[in-house]
Every structure is written in structure tokens, then in C-alpha cells.
């Protein structure tokens, strides 16, 4: 399939749907799917990894026509990222807020940058799925039926599949990053652990730490062809 002229690029010229509202009341948008959908990519659900939702949007803005069999959220939690922090406007961890069996109250900690200890404090939310960007998603996950999902995060350069999957593997084969089982350390309410226990595939595409030119350059021709061929 040919691409759209550099450019071309500076727009998304197909207008989304809305699938939920943020704390702040900003629109939750999805580019759905013209057929039925195979997969849902999602970024930006930690508002300190920008990163992923610039490139997820470079690869849609190149395509020519929306993708045929996969939906796409360029920002799960727009809140944290206009603030620029890793939660949402509650202080909420959104991805550690997902209603899955090993979730649970309380403080989580992560780092400020990959260096340092792992001390700056968020909540894990009231309860389980007490944050809407969070109720959205999963709501937006029944209506889609996608038969997988890939989450795109930052920077510990890896693919995460558990289930040690195809789709997995072509990730990995393409990005050259190790397909792991898991990162190394507990992640409760993660949306992974969630997808684990009902039953939805999950792959999460870590990208490396690195300048965001190189980024783009050496990730985003590995979405364009992933929204053009959500198959494994």
C-alpha cells in the first residue's frame, strides 16, 4: 500500500470517535477500524511516556485510509500527559488501577528516571477501576472485541508477552528487542495482569531509552506496517 507524502503528515485527516471522558473532562478519542476489529494499539496511558504517543501518531498519519482491522488511542490518560506526569489528575497510576485479581490499594512507587530508585508515590485509586479513563478503555475493549491488544510504553526496551506470543515475536524480530515474559518486578492492576485473567492477549512494546528522532526513525516504520497487518 502506498503512503501518504511526507507532506501530508502534519494532520489526521479522519475524524475520531468518542469512547469516555478524563478526569478533566477531556475526550477520550479512538480511530476505530473500517472492518472488524483484529487489534487495539493503545499509548500515552503514562503521561511521562509522550514518546509513545508521538510515534503511534507519525505511523497513523502516514497511512492513506484508516487502518482496516485496527483501532487506535493515541492517549489513554491526555491528562497526565498536558501535566506531564505519569498519573492522571487524581494521581492515579492508570495502569496500575485495572480491576484484575492481584490489584490491589494503597501506594505505588516508580522512578524518576530509569537511573534513580524507585521512590516517587502514586495511588493505585479508590478501588479497582475507580478512574474513568480506566472504565472507558475496558468498556471500549468490550464494544471492540479486538483479539488482541499492544500497549505501547517506555524505556525498558523490551517486548512483554506472556503468553509468548506470534505477534510477540514479529515485534521483537522487527524492533530487535528481547520478547520477555514479564519485566522483572510485580506490576498489580497492571492492564496486562488484567488481559491475563479474562482472557485478552496483551503485548507491551517498551520502547528503548533513546532521542526521540531515533525513536521515530527506527520505530514507527515497525507501527506502520503493525496498523496495516494487525495479524501475528
Given at each position: 500500500?502506498?503512503?501518504?507524502?511526507?507532506?501530508?503528515?502534519?494532520?489526521?485527516?479522519?475524524?475520531?470517535?468518542?469512547?469516555?471522558?478524563?478526569?478533566?473532562?477531556?475526550?477520550?478519542?479512538?480511530?476505530?477500524?473500517?472492518?472488524?476489529?483484529?487489534?487495539?494499539?493503545f499509548a500515552g496511558i503514562h503521561g511521562e511516556?509522550?514518546?509513545?504517543?508521538?510515534?503511534?501518531?507519525?505511523?497513523?498519519?502516514?497511512?492513506?485510509?484508516?487502518?482496516?482491522?485496527?483501532?487506535?488511542?493515541?492517549?489513554?490518560?491526555?491528562?497526565?500527559?498536558?501535566?506531564?506526569?505519569r498519573g492522571n489528575a487524581r494521581g492515579v497510576?492508570?495502569?496500575?488501577?485495572?480491576?484484575?485479581?492481584?490489584?490491589?490499594?494503597?501506594?505505588?512507587?516508580?522512578?524518576?528516571?530509569?537511573?534513580?530508585?524507585?521512590?516517587?508515590?502514586?495511588?493505585?485509586?479508590?478501588?479497582?477501576?475507580?478512574?474513568?479513563?480506566?472504565?472507558?478503555?475496558?468498556?471500549?475493549?468490550?464494544?471492540?472485541?479486538?483479539?488482541?491488544?499492544?500497549?505501547?510504553?517506555?524505556?525498558?526496551?523490551?517486548?512483554?508477552?506472556?503468553?509468548?506470543?506470534?505477534?510477540?515475536?514479529?515485534?521483537?524480530?522487527?524492533?530487535?528487542?528481547?520478547?520477555?515474559?514479564?519485566?522483572?518486578?510485580?506490576?498489580?492492576?497492571?492492564?496486562?495482569?488484567?488481559?491475563?485473567?479474562?482472557?485478552?492477549?496483551?503485548?507491551?512494546?517498551?520502547?528503548?531509552?533513546?532521542?526521540?528522532?531515533?525513536?521515530?526513525?527506527?520505530?514507527v516504520p515497525v507501527l506502520v506496517d503493525l496498523?496495516?497487518?494487525?495479524?501475528?
Amino acid at each position: 500500500m502506498t503512503l501518504r507524502p511526507r507532506s501530508q503528515w502534519g494532520t489526521i485527516p479522519w475524524t475520531p470517535a468518542t469512547y469516555g471522558r478524563s478526569v478533566l473532562g477531556i475526550p477520550l478519542e479512538v480511530w476505530r477500524p473500517r472492518l472488524e476489529c483484529h487489534l487495539l494499539v493503545f499509548a500515552g496511558i503514562h503521561g511521562e511516556e509522550p514518546e509513545t504517543t508521538y510515534a503511534l501518531s507519525r505511523a497513523l498519519r502516514q497511512l492513506p485510509e484508516p487502518p482496516a482491522h485496527c483501532a487506535v488511542v493515541l492517549a489513554a490518560n491526555p491528562d497526565g500527559l498536558i501535566r506531564g506526569t505519569r498519573g492522571n489528575a487524581r494521581g492515579v497510576d492508570l495502569n496500575r488501577n485495572f480491576p484484575s485479581r492481584d490489584w490491589r490499594p494503597g501506594a505505588v512507587t516508580h522512578r524518576s528516571t530509569i537511573e534513580d530508585a524507585s521512590d516517587v508515590l502514586l495511588g493505585t485509586g479508590d478501588n479497582a477501576a475507580s478512574e474513568p479513563e480506566v472504565r472507558a478503555l475496558l468498556a471500549l475493549i468490550a464494544d471492540l472485541k479486538p483479539r488482541a491488544v499492544v500497549a505501547l510504553h517506555a524505556p525498558l526496551a523490551c517486548i512483554d508477552d506472556a503468553n509468548g506470543s506470534a505477534l510477540g515475536r514479529r515485534l521483537a524480530e522487527r524492533t530487535g528487542m528481547p520478547q520477555v515474559r514479564d519485566v522483572g518486578y510485580p506490576t498489580p492492576g497492571s492492564f496486562g495482569s488484567w488481559g491475563s485473567d479474562n482472557g485478552v492477549p496483551v503485548v507491551t512494546y517498551e520502547f528503548p531509552l533513546a532521542a526521540t528522532e531515533v525513536l521515530m526513525r527506527d520505530h514507527v516504520p515497525v507501527l506502520v506496517d503493525l496498523l496495516l497487518h494487525p495479524g501475528p
